[in-house]
């Protein structure tokens, strides 16, 4: 086979085509597993054991040669489509607006609110969504009649050992203080599950963030005091706080947060129900049984927890009415934020 004779023709060949099609058609030919190239391969064994080497070397230079003039071809043609298809482009034509990403309400909402903790001194630590019952009520002193344990207002997942979506951020105190001694300051963000009825005030899936602090002598009034830094950070320096007198099985005294209504300043509208006031969130010092339960010396150590719905957070700082707003991932929605 003449070597020399085959490059020759290639080259005539390649010169005279014109579509991206005739070129593929002239790669099968040569370089195709059937091709001129793969046949001159499988001769070399048949030469005389003299010629095997120099008849493979060119026969390697040819395909390199082949592989390198069909790949600038390529270049070529798809260049030249470019140039025939922008001959009659409208240079004046507005270009095409790179969109710019930004981040969901709910992750600012989350970031801005794990900054003001951070300032503080806390750190963020985050848990599993999927939970054991005991992290997520026995632990946290909910006793075994509560009726947040029930099925509808918890999604079991499974039942030995038994495992459920968590229903609220606590469980996060649980892991975080078995794993650390005190002190300790954190800020735990994350999603939540129960099984609601989805409306404009509910849904199945929220974020909550829970913080809480341990140490030797730490009092109502250091609750009171962070709690009011963070307000002040997402509503404003005028805003107001209350606590009213609550109950939850893991803190003692527990309390609910209120701020003055940041619609009406306080005098009375349909948002905060002609009160004054919006509960944003739910407090207290850590339940000596929490303490105990996490391996604490609950005379030596005391502490406080809260947690808050970030949905509810966003929607009173954003005035949005609708918590569907926030997963529909509408971007007339999203984009305003
Ligand atoms: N876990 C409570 C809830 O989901 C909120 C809370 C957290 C209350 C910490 C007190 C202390 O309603």
Same mark, same amino acid.
């Given at each position: 086979?003449?070597?020399?004779?085959?490059?020759?023709?290639?080259?005539?060949?390649?010169?005279?085509?014109?579509?991206?099609?005739?070129?593929?058609?002239?790669?099968?030919?040569?370089?195709?597993?059937?091709?001129?190239?793969?046949?001159?391969?499988?001769?070399?064994?048949?030469?005389?054991?003299?010629?095997?080497?120099?008849?493979?070397?060119?026969?390697?230079?040819?395909?390199?040669?082949?592989?390198?003039?069909?790949?600038?071809?390529?270049?070529?043609?798809?260049?030249?489509?470019?140039?025939?298809?922008?001959?009659?482009?409208?240079?004046?034509?507005?270009?095409?607006?790179?969109?710019?990403?930004?981040?969901?309400?709910?992750?600012?909402?989350?970031?801005?609110?794990?900054?003001?903790?951070?300032?503080?001194?806390?750190?963020?630590?985050? #848990?599993?969504?999927? !939970?054991?019952?005991?992290?997520? %009520?026995?632990?946290?002193?909910? *006793?075994?009649?509560? &009726? +947040?344990? @029930?099925?509808?207002?918890?999604?079991?997942?499974?039942?030995?050992?038994?495992?459920?979506?968590?229903?609220?951020?606590?469980?996060?105190?649980?892991?975080?203080?078995?794993?650390?001694?005190?002190?300790?300051?954190?800020?735990?963000?994350?999603?939540?599950?129960?099984?609601?009825?989805?409306?404009?005030?509910?849904?199945?899936?929220?974020?909550?963030?829970?913080?809480?602090?341990?140490?030797?002598?730490?009092?109502?009034?250091?609750?009171?005091?962070?709690?009011?830094?963070?307000?002040? #950070?997402?509503?404003? !320096?005028?805003?107001?706080?209350? %606590?009213?007198?609550?109950?939850? *099985?893991?803190?003692? &005294? +527990?309390? @609910?947060?209120?701020?003055?209504?940041?619609?009406?300043?306080?005098?009375?509208?349909?948002?905060?129900?002609?009160?004054?006031?919006?509960?944003?969130?739910?407090?207290?010092?850590?339940?000596?049984?929490?303490?105990?339960?996490?391996?604490?010396?609950?005379?030596?150590?005391?502490?406080?927890?809260?947690?808050?719905?970030?949905?509810?957070?966003?929607?009173?700082?954003?005035?949005?009415?609708?918590?569907?707003?926030?997963?529909?991932?509408?971007?007339?929605?999203?984009?305003?934020?």
């Amino acid at each position: 086979m003449d070597i020399e004779a085959i490059q020759i023709t290639f080259e005539s060949e390649i010169q005279n085509l014109k579509s991206a099609e005739e070129l593929e058609g002239l790669r099968i030919k040569y370089l195709g597993r059937k091709g001129i190239i793969a046949h001159l391969t499988s001769q070399i064994p048949s030469l005389p054991q003299s010629e095997r080497a120099g008849f493979g070397k060119r026969v390697n230079s040819l395909k390199d040669k082949i592989t390198a003039l069909i790949e600038e071809k390529q270049r070529n043609l798809s260049l030249n489509q470019g140039i025939s298809q922008g001959a009659g482009a409208d240079i004046g034509m507005p270009g095409i607006a790179q969109e710019l990403g930004r981040l969901h309400l709910l992750t600012q909402v989350i970031d801005e609110i794990c900054d003001i903790f951070q300032r503080m001194g806390f750190s963020v630590v985050v #848990g599993p969504e999927i !939970e054991t019952e005991y992290n997520n %009520f026995t632990g946290l002193n909910i *006793p075994l009649e509560h &009726p +947040s344990r @029930e099925a509808f207002d918890t999604f079991y997942i499974q039942d030995y050992p038994k495992l459920l979506l968590r229903s609220h951020t606590s469980p996060v105190q649980i892991r975080a203080m078995k794993a650390q001694k005190p002190p300790l300051a954190i800020i735990a963000p994350g999603r939540v599950y129960r099984p609601d009825a989805v409306d404009a005030s509910h849904s199945f899936m929220f974020h909550q963030i829970e913080g809480f602090m341990v140490d030797q002598d730490i009092k109502f009034s250091d609750l009171k005091g962070v709690l009011e830094v963070f307000a002040k #950070g997402v509503f404003g !320096e005028d805003i107001k706080m209350r %606590f009213r007198p609550h109950f939850f *099985p893991f803190t003692e &005294p +527990s309390a @609910e947060v209120d701020i003055s209504c940041i619609i009406c300043n306080g005098k009375g509208c349909s948002v905060c129900g002609r009160k004054g006031w919006l509960e944003i969130l739910g407090a207290g010092m850590i339940h000596p049984k929490v303490l105990k339960n996490v391996g604490y010396d609950f005379k030596k150590y005391s502490g406080f927890a809260f947690g808050m719905g970030v949905e509810r957070i966003a929607m009173l700082k954003y005035g949005i009415n609708d918590i569907r707003l926030f997963f529909e991932n509408d971007l007339r929605f999203l984009k305003q934020f």
